[in-house]
T-cell receptor, first 113, second 112 residues
Framework: EPEVTQTPSHQVTQMGQEVILRCVPI?????FYWYRQILGQKVEFLVS????????KSEIFDDQFSVERPDGSNFTLKIRSTKLEDSAMYFC???????????FGPGTRLTVL | KNQVEQSPQSLIILEGKNCTLQ??????????LRWYKQDTGRGPVSLTI?????NTKSNGRYTATLDADTKQSSLHITASQLSDSASYIC???????????FGTGTRLTVIP
């Protein structure tokens, strides 16, 4: 079965630093998503991306966050100036169309010190 | 406010037994409801997807039911296996929206 991959698996950074989380969605998928899960809490939607632009974003996705699909295969999430509360598992997902099954990646655990 | 509530929070059952997990939602307008399985430290994996017009959907030993009138769904697991130990998450999608509303999950532990 095709897989969504994410790198790195674990990222440790100092507060105030910029981080870029990388994802390679399934090749023929058109919809891309980022979610986060703070330890012990539920998964929360951050942003959806379609046709090279953001189609929806949550209140969490403020000006510190940005997404990009730089080369047609990678899908990145950038956090400009990390805060302690950004520590979480970040999941990338992709789907073939808007209402079909989403495939999640294994996640990147971000730890902000 | 759009919410997805699940019960119980956690459940321990013996291997081979059946169990049923519950989900109540207030998400409106409702498009479809999904159940996901999430192993610790891993991404969620889709088990079933149901539109508002479907009452039941099966995937192997997993059977999901949906009552759109009462806004309730259940996930029934038959003949549980040790590998079923995971969090089971109910997820609801708004009509016209492009994001998922996640429940808090039920942590299932299957013991030998």
């Amino acid at each position: 079965e095709p897989e969504v991959t994410q790198t790195p698996s674990h990222q440790v950074t100092q507060m105030g630093q910029e981080v870029i989380l990388r994802c390679v969605p399934i090749s023929n998928h058109l919809y891309f998503y980022w979610y986060r899960q703070i330890l012990g809490q539920k998964v929360e939607f951050l942003v959806s991306f379609y046709n090279n632009e953001i189609s929806e974003k949550s209140e969490i996705f403020d000006d510190q966050f940005s997404v990009e699909r730089p080369d047609g295969s990678n899908f990145t999430l950038k956090i400009r100036s990390t805060k302690l509360e950004d520590s979480a598992m970040y999941f990338c997902a992709s789907s073939g169309d808007r209402y079909s099954r989403e495939f999640f990646g294994p996640g990147t655990r971000l730890t902000v010190l | 406010k759009n919410q997805v509530e699940q019960s119980p929070q956690s459940l321990i059952i013996l291997e081979g037994k059946n169990c049923t997990l519950q989900c109540n939602y207030t998400v409106s307008p409702f498009s479809n409801l999904r159940w996901y399985k999430q192993d610790t430290g891993r991404g969620p994996v889709s088990l079933t997807i149901m539109t508002f017009s479907e009452n039941t959907k099966s995937n192997g030993r997993y059977t999901a039911t949906l009552d759109a009138d009462t806004k309730q769904s259940s996930l029934h697991i038959t003949a549980s296996q040790l590998s079923d130990s995971a969090s089971y998450i109910c997820v609801v999608i708004l009509t016209g929206a492009n994001n998922l509303f996640f429940g808090t999950g039920t942590r299932l532990t299957v013991i030998p």
